[in-house]
């Protein structure tokens, strides 16, 4: 009589059907209880985990043994925010007294600078399609970013 498992369809890739035939043939071999002083250092190790798969473990798992181990999985895939380092305390202060920086010249030299800001939007009035060409661009920066800091936490 055969089994369904004889009937298995041929591999497309030669290496692999070579690979599983020594497999099966080493299996095979160990479940007969075959002599395995022919065997090539291949179809050993293979008869070598036929035989380990076979018997139980010895000591049993405990009995909260998934509980553990997807404790274990949950602490492992939550990821751990450092303290705040030296590096980062110091970026924060000197990006604070850039923007503080900017605010004060904005504020100080912005009534020189509004003429040429005028004349930019008096532009874009004038070639309508600029100035949803920069909205478009300036959305999809912020869509981006904002997609950016989602996928951190």
Not at 50 to 60: I, T
Not at 70 to 85: E, K
Request: net charge positive.
């Amino acid at each position: 009589m055969t089994h369904d498992i004889d009937h298995v369809p041929a591999f497309a890739d030669p290496d692999r059907e070579r690979e599983w035939l020594a497999q099966e043939s080493a299996m095979r071999r160990e479940r007969l209880q075959l002599d395995p002083s022919g065997d090539d250092p291949r179809s050993q190790r293979y008869r070598l985990l036929a035989r380990a798969l076979h018997r139980a473990p010895a000591d049993g798992l405990p009995a909260d043994f998934a509980q553990q181990m997807s404790a274990r999985v949950a602490t492992a895939a939550r990821p751990r925010r450092p303290a705040m380092t030296l590096e980062s305390l110091l970026v924060t202060i000197l990006g604070c007294l850039l923007l503080a920086a900017a605010v004060i010249v904005t504020i100080n030299d912005g009534k020189a600078w509004w003429p040429s800001f005028a004349a930019v939007l008096h532009a874009a009035s004038a070639t309508p399609w600029l100035l949803p060409l920069v909205a478009c661009l300036a959305l999809s920066w912020a869509f981006a970013a904002w997609q950016k800091t989602v996928a951190k936490s």
